[in-house]
């Protein structure tokens, strides 16, 4: 339904995107990362018509965006960081206002009708916007983005500023969405990405550095080792082993306790597997293991270590023909 191809966004010598590709499936939810200043606002806007790439090609269902801006646009609805609206307008007064500037064929009454039952704004349909609270304003910012019933939808950040309850309730919401449209999610909130999406693309300096499968993701960290190891042994000692043993880069005890025996969280250098060292060295001390177990990365450690791992590299610098 999406197609990037070697998108790139120059400013003089500098890249905002860098020949980045990936593609967004029929009814897909993908989580769109990146730190600040990554790439991920301006890709959008390119998505979206807003701004022209230096080179490459972005697509919505084989239309570009660039040679096609209002036919691919119709197939898009975009909710910004701040949604842009009316605030001296009433919810109902806004919405046929977008209605019309789509210029949206379908049913008025009937469609409308259905995005508020959807979003969950018919009972502030008659008041006035700015009168409205941040969760029901972030709501009326999705309803413009469903009016003409787009293929695509692109939400930057919809759960900011929100309170948890209104955070569970737009992630629902994106959910339901995600059954008959395709959806682009940009947040900073990791957890988000992780309820709701079932691929995730990481950006970094212009440059995609991941993008897997959600329960694939720990895939991108080839050297991710970590284990909650259960050891009967003096506390001190056996932390003071396990941050002096070689090929173990970091060691701490966790609060679990069992008798004489505590659980340890253990992570080896990159391309080295402690559990045999491990082994053989508690067994000389006579300090058993009761238990050892595999430990995943949860997201928030896997972008700050893809993020970290690019933090020193310099964005290429190519001529662009």
């Known amino acids: 339904m999406i197609k990037i191809e070697n998108l790139v966004k120059r400013y003089g010598n500098n890249f905002a995107l ?15 990362l990146g730190p600040n200043g990554a790439g991920k606002s301006t890709c959008m806007n390119i998505l979206t018509g807003y701004l022209s790439s230096t080179s490459g090609v ?54 409308l009708k259905e ?21 029901y304003k972030q709501r009326v910012g999705i309803a413009q983005a469903l009016v003409g019933n787009p293929q695509v939808i692109i939400f930057d950040e919809p759960t900011i500023g929100l309170d948890p309850k209104q955070i569970i309730e737009v992630r629902n919401l994106i959910r339901n969405l995600g059954k008959s449209h395709t959806v682009i999610l940009s947040t900073h909130i990791l957890p988000e990405v992780q309820a709701v999406c079932d691929r995730i693309v990481i950006i970094n300096k212009g440059k995609i550095i991941a993008n897997e499968k959600t329960e694939n993701i720990t895939r991108a960290i080839r050297d991710n080792r970590r284990f909650n190891i259960k050891i009967a042994g003096p506390q001190r000692e056996v932390l003071a082993m396990l941050k002096s043993k070689q090929g173990i880069a970091y060691a701490e005890v966790l609060a679990e306790r069992e008798e004489d025996a505590y659980t340890y969280l253990v ?55």
């Open 18 to 32: 860098d020949d980045i590709s990936f593609t967004v499936e029929k009814g897909e939810i993908v989580g769109f």
């Open 58 to 111: 972005a697509s919505v269902d084989g239309i570009d965006v660039l040679e096609n801006p209002l036919k691919a646009k119709k197939l898009i609805g975009y909710l910004p960081e701040q949604p842009p609206l009316y605030l001296d307008m009433t919810v109902e007064e806004y919405l046929n206002f977008a209605y019309e500037l789509k210029s949206c064929t379908l049913n008025r009454k009937k469609h």
């Open 115 to 135: 995005i508020c039952e959807v979003v969950k704004i018919t009972d502030v349909y008659k008041r006035v916007i700015k009168n409205l609270s941040k969760g």
């Open 267 to 321: 992570e080896s250098d990159p391309g080295i597997d402690i559990r045999k060292i491990l082994f053989y060295t508690l067994a000389e001390r006579g300090w058993p293991i009761m238990g050892l177990e595999a430990v995943g990365m949860n997201l928030e450690d896997i972008f700050i270590r893809l993020v970290d791992a690019t933090a020193n590299k310099k964005t290429s610098k190519r001529i662009i023909k």
